[in-house]
């Protein structure tokens, strides 16, 4: 249909107007408070540019030196998930409407809702002063954050099962936790296995960061090499934070398809 000029009226468009002031103020006190500028943006971006030709070429002797400490992340990532992912499954189990007292069910909410809304680099430096630098404190502050994440997300997969399969277990005088075991635990497996794949890749990229602040693993050998301004050797880390990144979701990819091709929907 061709456009005309009835299409363009001030009376169509006029309440767009309001909008976009808003909008355009709020993007202008945004940048007055973090004194930011079109011109910073523009010179930063250059700047960057230029910093990243002093990177090139990466150092390929620190290479070797860059595998112990990506090892650690990974097994970081891995145990803060599979930690997490246990402790998860309990607490969506108690955060469940239809299978846990009201009470009960409050309770667990409320804690998965605190571990949401603490980050994770304040669990990692609260934990550090318990645990000391190194992965130990990197696993369980994951651990933590997995909870309040999976937590929540199995919780309310739990509340929508099919109960007609609780009803049929609860029928021949099955106990709580055999429900629970036969009929609960079955329908959300395929949520379990989707979430975990999910968290793992996050909990790789989240184990780099904590370890720049204290968890070790190459997020502290990429800090330590900035620090030093052995732009070379960081660049290297970053080069191995990349492979470790798209390997985990590469793989991720691979078993969901292999899940997917033995019939659970994932």
Known sequence: MATTLADFSPKRYGKLVLPALVLFGLIELSAWVCGASFGKLIKGFFDGIDFMSHMFPPDWSAFPDML????????????????????????????????THPVVRNISRFIIGLERSIPEIVILLTLIAAYGLGIMSGIVALTLSCIGMMGKL???????????????????????????????????????????????ELNIRLSVILGAVGAGGIGYELDYAFG???????????????????????????????????????
Do not use: C
């Open 154 to 200: 199995l919780g309310d997969a739990i509340e929508e099962i099919d109960h007609v399969m609780i009803e049929s277990i609860q029928s021949v005088g099955a106990r709580k936790l055999q429900v629970i075991w036969f009929g609960v635990i079955p329908q959300i497996v395929p949520a379990i296995i989707s979430y975990t794949l999910f968290r793992f």
């Open 68 to 99: 112990e400490p990506a090892l650690q992340s990974i097994v970081t990532a891995f145990l803060g998930t599979l930690f997490g992912v246990v402790f998860s499954v309990v607490f969506a189990l108690l955060a469940a409407a239809n299978i």
């Open 228 to 266: 030093l301004l052995e732009y070379h050797r960081a660049l290297s880390a970053v080069l191995v934070i990349l492979v470790m990144v798209m390997g985990t979701g590469m793989l991720s990819t691979f078993v969901r398809k292999k899940i997917k091709l033995k019939g659970a929907l994932v």
